[in-house]
């Protein structure tokens, strides 16, 4: 399959036009959306979503990874990334550090095919977008010369850490923080203002209105409030930084 992972938001022209690439060169591959509202302009926050949803993802996926506010310039180089057995196709502009941090096996390429037409800032649709479609469709993409040129020496092969800092915030109000949760399971988050939130395993374990952090499906830490929003009450924002105690 296709995983689209984007800033694009889902109104406005933008995923359509990527969406109609890969129907035209990748007809028979299913794309789902992951996610279009990543945090905008923010490949660093970005990194940590891509790659919590990224180990749910089977072998052989696709993903179209989009966060590029260096669109156009030579600040970053169009690349693939094969991470246990996933290939991601976008910006290398540090989007797929955590990625290819936590994976077992990786490898990156730079992407040195071009289109005969390429936008200056769309190369979502005009560059990645053909790549991924191509890549979809091959049985052995490491077989193929339009993989480009190998980066052995770009690989990243330590993991980068924890972000402690906000880095999502969903449709309720809960405020994601770049943290995984499996290396906590007590302790303390600490806002700015010094108020400090407890731990919870769901949201009836508190009562209705009070704040707790627990792990979420992603295993990623998460600031939440039990039938209330986080985001509101604690003026949290994408970038806000949070620790750990």
């Known amino acids: ?79 693939i990334v094969c991470a246990d057995d996933r290939w991601y196709v976008g910006p290398g502009n540090g989007l797929f550090d955590v990625v290819m941090g936590r994976s077992l096996t990786a490898a990156l390429w730079r992407i040195t095919w071009r289109p005969p037409s390429l936008s200056a800032t769309f190369h979502g649709r005009d560059l990645f977008a053909p790549v991924v479609a191509k890549l979809a469709r091959v049985e052995n993409p490491r077989s193929e010369e339009f993989l480009g040129q190998r980066w052995d020496e770009a ?58 952090w627990y792990v979420n499906s992603l295993g990623l830490i998460e600031i939440a409030v039990n039938q209330g929003c986080a985001a509101e009450l604690f003026k949290l924002d994408v970038g806000v930084p949070i620790k750990f105690i």
Do not use: W
Not at 29 to 41: G, S, W, Y
Not at 178 to 189: A, D, E, M, Q
């Open 1 to 79: 399959m296709i995983g689209l992972f984007t800033d694009f938001g889902i109104l406005g022209p933008y995923l359509g036009q990527v969406r109609i690439v890969l129907q035209q060169q990748a007809p028979n591959i299913p794309v789902v959306n992951l996610m279009a509202d990543a945090p905008r302009f923010s490949p660093h926050a970005s990194a940590h979503l891509l790659a919590a949803l990224g180990q749910h993802l089977p072998p052989g996926t696709v993903v179209f990874a989009v966060v590029d506010p260096g669109v156009g310039s030579s600040d970053r180089e169009p690349v």
């Open 155 to 212: 690989v990243v092969t330590k993991d980068p850490g924890d972000l402690e800092e906000i880095i999502y915030i969903d449709h309720y109000g809960n405020a994601m923080m770049g943290i995984c949760g499996t290396k906590f399971r007590r302790g303390h988050v600490q806002l700015l203002n010094g108020d400090l939130i407890s731990a919870a395993q769901t949201f009836s374990d508190v009562d209705m209105g009070d704040a707790f």
